[in-house]
């Protein structure tokens, strides 16, 4: 009987030592995975196009949540991440100390005009800083490494496409192309 209660105490310790460690809920290691693959659109009567495709996703998710230490009642949490090229990201969303996560997930890798990720390929150096009411809760650091993935291949495929601009650029094309395959998984 105090095997099992020891084997408890011990499997209790290192899950809660564990849920205390600062990161992301998907873990801190990431993939950046290339994908390809080709696609014909039909816009209309004689209007084709055919792009091949390529982008690069990051496994397992392109945004995550922070997930913080168990007990801290902050109402904000700020990343500051110092990727491996030397380049710096800075974000805040706000957290709640009830799910122990922020509330909006961290956008980690995603690039368009507006937005730009928070990780690059490399190691990320990341430093948390936790806030209620401007006062600084509880402060710390923990990395995350992205490394390159296997490349995948989605299977070749058309579309119709009522949308002139369609046959235009791929943009909208590819985005929704690879989205349909899974990313080609």
Same mark, same amino acid.
């Given at each position: 009987?105090?095997?099992? %209660? +020891?084997? +408890?105490?011990?499997?209790?310790? &290192?899950? &809660?030592?564990?849920?205390?460690?600062?990161?992301?809920?998907?873990?801190?290691?990431? !993939? &950046?995975?290339? $994908?390809?693959?080709?696609?014909?659109? !039909?816009?209309?009567?004689? #209007?084709?196009? *055919?792009?091949?495709?390529?982008?690069?996703? $990051? #496994?397992?998710?392109? !945004? #995550?949540?922070?997930?913080?230490? &168990?007990? @801290?009642?902050?109402?904000?949490?700020?990343? +500051?991440?110092?990727?491996?090229?030397?380049?710096?990201?800075?974000?805040?969303?706000?957290?709640?100390?009830?799910?122990?996560?922020? @509330?909006?997930?961290?956008?980690?890798?995603?690039?368009?005009?507006?937005?730009?990720? $928070? $990780?690059? %390929?490399?190691?990320? *150096?990341?430093?948390? *800083?936790?806030?209620?009411?401007?006062? %600084?809760?509880?402060?710390?650091?923990?990395?995350?490494? @992205?490394?390159?993935?296997?490349?995948?291949?989605?299977?070749?495929?058309?579309?119709?496409?009522?949308?002139?601009?369609?046959?235009?650029?791929?943009?909208? @094309?590819?985005?929704?192309?690879?989205?349909?395959? #899974?990313?080609?998984?």
């Amino acid at each position: 009987m105090m095997n099992v %209660i +020891s084997l +408890s105490l011990i499997l209790f310790t &290192a899950v &809660a030592a564990h849920a205390a460690t600062p990161g992301f809920s998907q873990g801190n290691q990431f !993939y &950046a995975v290339p $994908l390809q693959g080709a696609v014909t659109v !039909y816009c209309g009567p004689g #209007d084709t196009a *055919k792009y091949s495709c390529f982008s690069t996703v $990051l #496994d397992p998710v392109s !945004y #995550d949540f922070f997930v913080g230490p &168990a007990g @801290v009642t902050a109402q904000q949490v700020s990343l +500051s991440c110092l990727r491996q090229d030397g380049s710096r990201r800075d974000r805040t969303e706000d957290y709640s100390p009830a799910t122990v996560q922020s @509330v909006n997930a961290f956008n980690l890798w995603i690039s368009t005009p507006f937005q730009r990720p $928070l $990780l690059a %390929i490399g190691v990320n *150096k990341i430093d948390y *800083k936790m806030t209620n009411m401007g006062k %600084i809760i509880d402060q710390g650091t923990f990395s995350v490494n @992205v490394a390159h993935g296997d490349a995948r291949t989605c299977p070749t495929t058309h579309y119709n496409s009522n949308d002139p601009n369609d046959c235009q650029s791929p943009y909208t @094309v590819c985005q929704r192309y690879f989205e349909q395959y #899974d990313y080609c998984r």
